[in-house]
């Protein structure tokens, strides 16, 4: 089994492989202050919890977009499996064409997305990412990566306008009024954070269709795509686990496709 971790500035997504199948999906919290030895109990546990601590570990792919976390799980990692743990970086072999300015700044969750996509679907083609942050990657024609744009997240905004206000709450996403006219603050917040992502997707995707010659496959990933995804007027594709059928993409590409 191959293990991918797509670590985010607020959770880690797991996922164990089996050859190409997805055997399961798990996510733990990103806790800096946690050990590798701490994350490799956690890491035992959640392999036992979805039964796939029989099967050996044959290697690992990290994706971190949070400094020095990625050295944490490589670390924990060692304690599951003597296979190579590959860190997405510099001097990994992508198969990714990167035309921007500076392709070192991007984040190495969106090089693992884009790397899936960029062989899936349709081009040109969009990856939407609804994590912490908002992320938007454009792939032209030919797939290569050729430029993004960042907003804050459904999530992180809610928290935002919690924080640095004095009359508006904190509200769930769970009843997403049915239309845009909110009838008190509650529902008036949920509505800008669903309803304004959705038409943000919306009017970006004709911006790119113009930047990028065509109408973009539009694709959804990241813990709110299903809450935003009802509301958009277009269509997309929802892919939960993009980055890291991108993170299994990049390790095979390095390490080869024998192990499983
Ligand atoms: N129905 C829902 N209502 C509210 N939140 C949801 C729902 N479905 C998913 N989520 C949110 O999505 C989160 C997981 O999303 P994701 O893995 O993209 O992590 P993130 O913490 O938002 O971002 P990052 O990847 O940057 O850490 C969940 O913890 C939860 O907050
Ligand atoms: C934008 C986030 C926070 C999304 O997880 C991450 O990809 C990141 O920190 N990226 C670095 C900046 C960039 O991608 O251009
Ligand atoms: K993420």
Redesign the pocket.
């Known amino acids: 089994m191959l293990i991918a971790l797509?670590i985010?500035?607020?959770?880690v997504?797991i996922g164990g492989f089996d050859g190409d199948d997805i055997r399961f999906v798990a996510?733990i919290a990103?806790d800096r202050k946690q050990t590798g030895e701490e994350y490799a109990c956690t890491l035992k546990n959640v392999l036992a919890l979805h039964h796939a601590d029989s099967l050996p570990v044959t290697g690992a792919a990290i994706c971190s977009v949070v400094p020095g976390m990625a050295h944490t799980m490589a670390r924990a990692l060692r304690f599951l499996t003597d296979g190579p743990v590959l860190v997405v970086g510099t001097g990994v072999k992508t198969g990714l064409n990167l035309k921007i300015a500076e392709p070192r700044s991007l984040g190495t969750?969106r090089v693992a997305t884009a790397v899936h996509a960029s062989h899936t679907y349709p081009m040109p083609c969009v990856v939407v990412d609804?994590?912490?942050?908002t992320t938007f990657t454009a792939l032209d024609h030919t797939g290569a990566l050729v430029g993004s744009a960042i907003a804050p997240?459904v999530?992180l905004s809610l928290t935002a306008l919690n924080e640095h206000t004095a009359q508006l709450p904190t509200v769930?996403?769970?009843d997403v009024p049915q239309n845009v006219l909110g009838r008190n603050t509650a529902e008036a917040l949920c509505i800008g954070a669903v309803y304004g992502t959705a038409a943000m997707i919306e009017g970006m995707t004709e911006r790119y269709a113009a930047a990028l010659g065509g109408t973009p496959t539009v694709v959804l990933t990241?813990?709110?795509a299903?809450?935003v995804r009802p509301y958009l007027r277009i269509p997309t594709i929802h892919a939960p686990t993009l980055a890291l059928l991108g993170l299994a993409d990049i390790w095979r590409r390095n390490h080869g496709r024998e192990a499983k």
């Open positions: 797509d985010g500035n607020n959770h997504t996510s990103t969750d609804l994590g912490t942050a997240g999530q769930g996403l769970d990241g813990g709110m299903e809450v």
